[in-house]
């Protein structure tokens, strides 16, 4: 038995669309940083790159079960382009193999003006291991999932910037 569950998140940040951009595509960079140093989160290979749509990035981390390793692919990348609202842009992994029953994060990229970007992560699961799954969900992958991003949105502030609201 699996269960789809689908977990959103975002940030605004004071860099321009196509510097977020260029951070993201740099992603033996950009995805340690953004990995809590808890998780020992080892970045094994990315190929090819530049990064293109059939890239491939395996890593590995510590979780509460042992080392796990991951192995994802890029299966569609549109960097920053006009739109009727403005400039967007937006990378989609799939995990090929890792702890999920499946496994789709889409990395989307809008531009709120021309200093500053909403980063959008939404992510689509499903958690297998039969009816433990759901309890897996609720008691360890919803809190990690928040964790992670908690202190995605802490460095990503720390490095380009956090947006301040401006009244009129």
């Known amino acids: 038995m699996t269960i789809g569950r689908t977990f959103s998140y975002s940030v605004d940040v004071g860099w321009d669309i196509r510097r977020v951009w260029a951070a993201y595509q740099d992603m033996q960079t950009l995805l340690p940083a953004l990995t809590e140093p808890a998780q020992q989160m080892r970045l094994e290979r990315v190929e090819p790159l530049p990064a293109q749509v059939g890239t491939e990035l395996v890593i590995s981390t510590k979780s509460p079960i042992g080392r796990v390793k991951w192995v994802a692919r890029i299966v569609e990348n549109v960097p ?65 999932l928040k964790k ?21």
């Open 148 to 168: 992670m991003f908690a202190y995605r949105r802490k460095v990503l502030e720390a490095m380009m910037g956090k947006v301040v609201t401006r009244g009129s």
């Open 80 to 144: 920053p382009h006009a739109t009727i609202t403005g400039m967007e842009a937006r990378f989609v992994d799939e995990q090929i193999e890792g702890p999920f029953k499946s496994w789709r994060h889409t990395h989307e990229f809008e531009a709120i003006d021309d200093r500053s970007t909403r980063i959008i992560d939404h992510i689509d699961y499903r958690v297998g291991y039969g009816p433990l799954g759901p309890i897996g969900n609720v008691l360890v992958v919803r809190p990690a």
